[in-house]
Each structure stands twice: as structure tokens, then as C-alpha cells.
């Protein structure tokens, strides 16, 4: 049987910067329901790879499509309410409860308007009340169900930066961008973190785009895996392919 067409297609991106090519003609698609990780030395353009595909960085060349929808040239809120989501490298809330964090995310799919809102009519309270209903499901899902009304700033720090992937999964995505999600988190947090995507993959049919240094962590949660270096791709496959390349080892060993 063919394979499904891919959810997200990612063809010839380039982008430069004063003086700088940070992406240099990357292509990868991903498969609907998987992770494809986007690996690679310091520098290497994984993060910009994420700004063009939220709508942050305009590319010089190349598109980038999820379904039959271009994005390309699309401002981020659009990108977002069409269905890509993401978290951000170093973003951790200290702000709000955990529930306060997520109705922020729900905000961006909110059907009644400011006004509705604000004048609490019944149509806008009965709206909140599933947002509500909804962020507290996924508080549940990203293992945050304990600490659903608990201010963020008395959670762990591996607790807090899964409040950025909660909040992120709140859009209701087709796609979700993870940066980083385990940087700085101790080893437990890393398993938790690690558990709980593979679950979300499972239980929601997410495709997510892994940006990740934590080799066994991408190892253990990736279908795919592109391998960048100074923005150019320079291997792609399995992570049991791209772990023997010789391309692969050389960028990280530096030889
Ligand atoms: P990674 O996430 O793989 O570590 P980045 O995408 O953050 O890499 O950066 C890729 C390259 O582009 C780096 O050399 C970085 O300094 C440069 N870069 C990133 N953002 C900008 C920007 N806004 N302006 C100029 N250079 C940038
Ligand atoms: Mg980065």
C-alpha cells in the first residue's frame, strides 16, 4: 500500500542572514501520527527551521505545506489557527496557575468574541466552561492533572516547561514543534517528558517536529530523523541509519 501523503512538507528551504546561510535547501516531509526529529550541532539552524515553519522567518527559497495549505507566506497567528503549534528553546512561565496558562492557549481558539466576553453573556460563559473542561483534559494528558489550579511558579522546573507543551497542545494542533522539550530537565523529568509524548502521539494521532540534543530521547520517541549541519541537511533516515553515518559522526565529533 502507498504511504499516506505527509501532514507537513518541508521543500527547499533556504534562509539567509546578513552574511549568513542558516538554512541551506532543507527538505523533509512528516508522516501523519509520527515524530520526525530535527537534529544537529549548535548552530546548525534547527530553531530557524522552526521559525520559518511558524511564520517567524520568511524563507529566501523553498515552501513549507501542511496538507493542501501552503504556508509559506503565512503570518504565525494564521499558521497556528491552521493547525501548527509549537513551544519555544528557553520560554518557561512563571506566571499564573497552570489553569491560567492553558486558558491563554485556549484563547487563540475562542469562538465568542471580546466583547461576549466581557460582558459575560451566556453564550461566552458556557464557551469558557469547555475551555476549561478541555485544558483540564490536557493537564491530565502532559501529567499536569495534580497541579491543574497550582501557581507555576511552586512547580518543578521539568513541570513548568511542560506547561509550555501543554499550553502549546491547547491549539488543538495537527502539528506540534517541540524545541528542546527536555533541555535542563533532570533525568526523571526527561522519562516523564518522554512518556508523556509518546502517549500524546497515541492517544491524539499528533505528528510532532522534535528538536532535540538529548540523543536517547530522540532515539527512543523518533520515526524519522533529519540531520543538520550550518544549515545544510547532510543525512536523513531511521535513527538507526542516521546514528551509523558517517556524515553524522563526523559533524558531531568535529573530525
Ligand atoms: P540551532 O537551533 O540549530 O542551534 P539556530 O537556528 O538558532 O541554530 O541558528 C542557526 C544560525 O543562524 C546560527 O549561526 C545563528 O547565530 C544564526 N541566527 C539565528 N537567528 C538569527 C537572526 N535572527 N539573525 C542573525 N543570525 C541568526
Ligand atoms: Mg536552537
Do not use: W
Not at 524545541?179 to 510532532?208: I, K
Amino acid at each position: 500500500t502507498p504511504a499516506a501523503p505527509p501532514v507537513l512538507d518541508v521543500r527547499d528551504v533556504t534562509v539567509r542572514f546578513a552574511g549568513l546561510t542558516a538554512l541551506d535547501g532543507v527538505s523533509f516531509t512528516v508522516a501523519p501520527g509520527s515524530v520526525h526529529a530535527l537534529i544537529g550541532p549548535n548552530g546548525a539552524g534547527k530553531s530557524t527551521c522552526f521559525n520559518v515553519l511558524s511564520g517567524l522567518c520568511r524563507p529566501a527559497a523553498g515552501s513549507v505545506t501542511l496538507g493542501d495549505t501552503e504556508l509559506t507566506r503565512l503570518a504565525p497567528h494564521r499558521i497556528a489557527a491552521l493547525g501548527v503549534a509549537r513551544t519555544f528553546q528557553n520560554i518557561v512561565t512563571t506566571h499564573g496557575t497552570v489553569a491560567d496558562n492553558l486558558m491563554l492557549g485556549r484563547h487563540a481558539l475562542s469562538r465568542a468574541g471580546f466583547a461576549a466576553s466581557a460582558l459575560r453573556l451566556p453564550s461566552a460563559r458556557r464557551e469558557q466552561r469547555e475551555h476549561l473542561g478541555r485544558a483540564r483534559e490536557i493537564a491530565e494528558l502532559t501529567g499536569l492533572g495534580s497541579h491543574f489550579d497550582s501557581p507555576v511558579a511552586l512547580l518543578s522546573y521539568g513541570d513548568r516547561k511542560r506547561v509550555e507543551l501543554a499550553r502549546a497542545l491547547c491549539l488543538e494542533p495537527r502539528v506540534l514543534l517541540l524545541d528542546e522539550p527536555v533541555a535542563g530537565m533532570n533525568a526523571a523529568e526527561r522519562a516523564r517528558t518522554a512518556e508523556v509524548v509518546g502517549e500524546l502521539r497515541a492517544e491524539l494521532g499528533l505528528s510532532v517536529v522534535l528538536v532535540e540534543h538529548d540523543m536517547g530521547l530522540v532515539m527512543r520517541l523518533a520515526d524519522d530523523v533529519t540531520v543538520l549541519d550550518f544549515g545544510r541537511p547532510i543525512a536523513h533516515g531511521t535513527p538507526d541509519e542516521v546514528r551509523r553515518d558517517p556524515e553524522v559522526l563526523r559533524a558531531y565529533l568535529g573530525t
